[in-house]
T-cell receptor, first 112, second 110 residues
């Protein structure tokens, strides 16, 4: 595809449920990033993939958050036992090497 | 915090005027990037300036970088209503992630 895509675009879930967010990076981009943006705030780094491995998981806020990447392509961010404070827009970005990052449209997660 | 801080937080101008947004940061960087975010949409990369560059142009955009002051500015010339958006600076300190500020909300009045 021409750009980074994410699905779903919107997700409303009940507190305590698990959610999976998907990111399809730009073809050929080796690096993939997940960020979280709470309302009115800047982006918060979550995790970074180089290929299929994640050398930097330092931003994951708790053990309820996990992510994987397969085939050096699609990535899935999973949030278990969602809490209301998880409500945010989750943005995925990809880049070739560690240069300019290209962002997807984001997934807006609302935890009721 | 390594986050960039944008100034002003909000800016409202008439169409045709120039808009200037500033960004300050705290640590040494490899590069600094500016992004635009239209309401309800993802971020769009505008321009990247490396730490050894002082000024860069792209269309109606002009970015300056002063590493001695740890600051950058984004100038949008001859603004248009379509430029209405939030603008974020992001610093890349070489740790494979970007640190974003809270952004400047620009409103261009037709």
């Amino acid at each position: 595809g021409a750009g980074v895509s994410q699905s779903p675009s919107n997700k409303v879930t009940e507190k305590g449920k698990d959610v999976e967010l998907r990111c399809d990076p730009i073809s050929g981009h080796t690096a993939l990033y997940w960020y979280r943006q709470r309302l009115g705030q800047g982006l918060e780094f979550l995790i970074y993939f180089q290929g299929n491995s994640a050398p930097d998981k330092s931003g994951l806020p708790s053990d309820r958050f996990s992510a994987e990447r397969t085939g050096e392509s699609v990535s899935t961010l999973t949030i278990q036992r969602t809490q209301q404070e998880d409500s945010a827009v989750y943005l995925c970005a990809s880049s070739y090497a560690s240069d300019t990052q290209y962002f997807g449209p984001g997934t807006r997660l609302t935890v009721l | 915090s390594q986050q960039g801080e944008e100034d002003p937080q909000a800016l409202s101008i008439q169409e045709g005027e120039n808009a200037t947004m500033n960004c300050s940061y705290k640590t040494s960087i490899n590069n600094l990037q500016w992004y635009r975010q239209n309401s309800g949409r993802g971020l769009v990369h505008l321009i990247l300036i490396r730490s050894n560059e002082r000024e860069k142009h792209s269309g109606r955009l002009r970015v300056t970088l002063d590493t001695s002051k740890k600051s950058s500015s984004l100038l949008i010339t001859a603004s248009r209503a379509a430029d209405t958006a939030s603008y974020f600076c992001a610093t890349d300190a070489g740790a494979n992630n970007l640190f974003f500020g809270t952004g400047t909300r620009l409103t261009v009045i037709p």
